[in-house]
Structure formats: structure tokens, C-alpha cells
């Protein structure tokens, strides 16, 4: 930085000598710490540039992107996790884009996360007409299609330490039960999609487990999102002590020590404990049969909700043909 022949080079007459500015750098440097509260640095997890397209720079649609990210930015703001809007009108040049910061995150986190992973993300993809990224408490996702998918890409990230062998069959299946519970009892909730849980594995060691899904999402596409990571778990992250699936609807986390925040977090141990000895097929299926069921009920509920309507709407012609009474077919309406 204080090269002297940087000086000679550009001829610049009378520059003081580095010694006078390393002082002040220094002390501006240590005092930083104490005038600004260290917050921690938003921390990248993984990207990816999801369509093939390119844009031109200085475009329309650069100029849209840029202004669609700068008010998701802004918008990150009082206690708001989740903001969607659209820059543009026109087909080609019409740019949509999301954040979701995690639900427990405080709003100056939020804001900051959702801050650096927008900048990041027109770094780590500069040309592409639609990218995300997640960061560890904050995704950013951008597109100029209409239709955004939520469950693809996925992307892994799972602890290096593993659970000992002897104790992985409880802990898949406590993990298992932890996680289905918890991602249907978000997606079955009204706004927020998000719940954390923790589950006791051994006397000493506690499971935690966060799940969320985008807000937006409906019952059906919020539970498919969990359901497709929750069944990637036993393929990515098998008897790993932590692990987390980012999709770009939805996100699922476990650790063996608290990391969100809960009025009720407990002490950090390690995991350990029983025996046992299934084979991988029968951990899988632990995993995949919750999946299952619930998509078999759901098809039944929607069954049962068609020939609700179907009812309703012959009862409807019948009264419209016999009594013409608009009461009652008001009434008939709201209980189809
Ligand atoms: C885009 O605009 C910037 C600033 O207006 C300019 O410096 C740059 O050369 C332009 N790039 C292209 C490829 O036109
Ligand atoms: C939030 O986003 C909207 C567009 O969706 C924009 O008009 C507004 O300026 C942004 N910022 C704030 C602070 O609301
Ligand atoms: C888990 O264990 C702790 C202490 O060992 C206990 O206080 C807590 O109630 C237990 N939780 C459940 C859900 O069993
Ligand atoms: C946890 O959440 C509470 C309430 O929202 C907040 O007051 C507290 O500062 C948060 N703690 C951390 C470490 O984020």
C-alpha cells in the first residue's frame, strides 16, 4: 500500500513518508473494535447460475436486476424474513426475485445477509438470467422466468464428524421423527413455514432441527420441498452429526448442538450411545415412509375435497334450476 516507488512512479511532490500514516492506521484499525460492535460477517454457504441465458451488460435487464436487488435489499427491514417483487414489465426484460432469511434471525442480521449475498451473487454469477445463493441465515434468488422452481437445485452440506456406528440406527431414526414432525407441522402452518424442535437422543445428548419453507409456498409445494430434502438426507448426509438440504423453497438443518435461537437452548455435548445393525435400505425407508403417507393423504384430501365441490355444484344447478333462490346458493357456495 505505502510503497515509496508508488510515489516516485506517479510523481506526486512532497507525499509524507508511510511511517506518518501507519500510526493513525493502526490505532483506527484497534479503535474500529471498540467504536463499531463486531458483528459477525454474513457467512457464504453456496450458489448456483441456474439458466443458461446471458444478459448484455449495461442492458435493460442489468439495470432492472440491479434495481430489483437493491429492493430486496432495502426492503429487509423491520422484522421482515421474506420479501418477493418483480422490476420490469415487458417479457424479455422482466426480472422477479426473493430473499428468505431465517425466521430467528434478528433484523440487522437479516438486513446484512441479505445485503452481502445480493452483491455476491452479481459476482459469483455476472451474466446469467437467473442465480441464488444462500447464505448461512439468508437466501437471494433472482429469474426472468415466471415459474420458480423450489426444488431444484439442491445443494448439501453436511458436518465431517459422524455419528459412532453403534448409534446410528437410533439416531436416524430419532433424526427421522424430528424432521418429518417438524416439516409437517410448518408446512400445515398459516404464514411463517418455519419451526425448530429439539428431541432428547440420549440423557447427555440433544438433537436440534429447523425447517423452513418460503412463506408464499402452499401446503402441497411446501410439504414437497421438505419431503424431497428431508429424503435426500440418507443419500447426502448418512451419520453425519450435522447436516443441512438448501433448496431454493425450502431448507431443513440438524446439529448436535443448539444453533438457532430459542428461549430453551440447553448445553452442547456429543453424540454417543446403543447399539444396533440395519442395513441402508431399511434406514432409507425410515425416512421415505413418512414421505409416502403424507402424499397419500394428501390425495386422498384432495379427492375428498373434489367431490365435495362436485356435490356442491350439482346442488347448485339443482337450486338454480328449481328455486332460483340466491340465498341459498350463496350459502351452498361457501360450504363447497
Ligand atoms: C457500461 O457502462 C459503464 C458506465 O456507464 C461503462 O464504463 C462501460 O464501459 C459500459 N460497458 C459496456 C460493455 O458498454
Ligand atoms: C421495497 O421494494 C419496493 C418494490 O417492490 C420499492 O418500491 C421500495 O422502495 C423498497 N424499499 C422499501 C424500503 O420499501
Ligand atoms: C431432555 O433432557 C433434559 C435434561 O436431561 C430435560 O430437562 C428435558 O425435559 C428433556 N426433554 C425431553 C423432550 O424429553
Ligand atoms: C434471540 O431472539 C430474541 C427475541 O427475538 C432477541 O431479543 C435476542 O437478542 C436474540 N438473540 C440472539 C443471539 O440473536
Given at each position: 500500500m505505502c510503497n515509496p516507488q508508488i510515489f516516485l512512479q506517479t510523481k506526486i511532490p512532497k507525499m509524507p513518508p508511510c511511517k506518518y500514516f501507519a500510526i493513525p492506521s493502526i490505532l483506527f484499525f484497534l479503535l474500529s473494535f471498540l467504536i463499531f460492535p463486531t458483528k459477525a460477517a454474513p457467512i457464504y454457504s453456496s450458489h448456483a447460475c441456474t439458466d443458461s441465458s446471458k444478459y448484455q451488460p449495461n442492458s435493460t435487464f442489468q439495470t432492472n436486476l440491479d434495481l430489483l436487488l437493491s429492493y430486496l435489499s432495502s426492503n429487509a427491514?423491520?422484522?421482515?424474513h421474506f420479501y418477493k417483487t418483480t422490476v420490469?414489465?415487458?417479457?424479455?426484460n422482466a426480472v422477479k426475485g426473493l430473499f428468505l432469511c431465517?425466521?430467528?434471525?434478528l433484523t440487522a442480521v437479516c438486513h446484512d445477509c441479505v445485503n452481502a449475498a445480493a452483491k455476491d451473487l452479481t459476482r459469483r454469477c455476472?451474466?446469467?438470467?437467473e442465480a441464488i445463493i444462500w447464505y448461512d441465515v439468508c437466501m437471494v434468488r433472482y429469474s426472468n422466468q415466471n415459474y420458480l422452481n423450489n426444488i431444484v437445485p439442491a445443494v448439501d452440506m453436511s458436518d465431517s464428524k459422524s455419528v459412532a456406528g453403534a448409534d446410528l440406527d437410533r439416531f436416524n431414526e430419532v433424526l427421522a421423527g424430528l424432521l418429518n414432525a417438524l416439516a409437517t407441522k410448518a408446512a400445515n402452518?398459516?404464514?411463517?413455514?418455519f419451526e425448530t424442535g429439539e428431541v432428547n437422543l440420549t440423557s447427555s445428548v440433544t438433537l436440534y432441527g429447523l425447517v423452513q419453507c418460503t412463506?408464499?409456498?402452499?401446503l402441497f409445494d411446501c410439504n414437497m420441498c421438505f419431503r424431497s430434502a428431508i429424503a435426500s438426507v440418507p443419500n447426502?448426509?448418512?451419520?453425519?452429526?450435522g447436516a443441512r438440504v438448501l433448496l431454493p423453497g425450502c431448507n431443513i438443518r440438524y446439529q448436535v448442538y443448539p444453533f438457532y435461537n430459542s428461549t430453551k437452548i440447553l448445553a452442547t455435548p456429543v453424540v454417543k450411545s446403543r447399539p444396533s445393525g440395519r442395513s441402508r435400505v431399511e434406514v432409507i425407508l425410515t425416512f421415505v415412509i413418512p414421505i409416502v403417507a403424507a402424499m397419500v393423504l394428501f390425495t386422498f384430501g384432495i379427492c375428498h375435497v373434489m367431490r365435495k365441490q362436485a356435490k356442491s355444484l350439482k346442488q347448485l344447478w339443482r337450486k338454480t334450476n328449481y328455486s332460483e333462490g340466491v340465498d341459498e346458493i350463496d350459502s351452498i357456495n361457501l360450504r363447497g
Open positions: 427491514t423491520q422484522g421482515v420490469g414489465s415487458e417479457t424479455p431465517r425466521r430467528d434471525t455476472p451474466v446469467e438470467k402452518s398459516e404464514d411463517e413455514k412463506p408464499e409456498l402452499s447426502c448426509c448418512d451419520g453425519k452429526q
